[in-house]
Nanobody, 119 residues
Framework: QVQLVESGGGLVQAGGSLRLSCTAS????????MGWYRQAPGKERELVAI???????NNADSVKGRFTISGDTAKNTVYLQMNSLKPEDTGVYYC?????????????WGQGTQVTVSS
């Protein structure tokens, strides 16, 4: 069982910045990877960025150079720093944890936090 709580969303003008946080109920040492996803109304949920417990990170092409994913193991928290925000970044942002137990892979989702970017 992993419970995830996201925070940091809000309303910001284009070009502005936000930092999202995702805190896990378990130590992130037990989590193989943490990812940020987003979903706009009428659109499918898409991957934004992902980071492994070893610190390897990857971003979607649409956010490269603007977003940075990072983790703080002492706080059991993963962050998404979002700079140079665009209206098309608007959506509900979800945190997902991946836990691998032998041959079985488990996924856990947070409740989501709304990000709205105005022009």
């Amino acid at each position: 069982q992993v419970q995830l709580v996201e925070s940091g969303g809000g309303l910001v003008q284009a070009g502005g910045s936000l930092r999202l946080s995702c805190t896990a109920s378990r130590s992130i040492f037990s989590i193989t990877a943490m990812g940020w996803y987003r979903q706009a109304p009428g659109k499918e949920r898409e991957l934004v960025a992902i980071i492994t417990v070893g610190g390897s990170a990857n971003n979607a092409d649409s956010v490269k150079g603007r977003f940075t994913i990072s983790g703080d193991t002492a706080k059991n928290t993963v962050y998404l720093q979002m700079n140079s925000l665009k209206p098309e970044d608007t959506g509900v942002y979800y945190c997902r944890a991946t836990v691998v137990s032998g041959p079985t892979v488990y996924y856990y989702w947070g409740q989501g936090t709304q990000v709205t970017v105005s022009s």
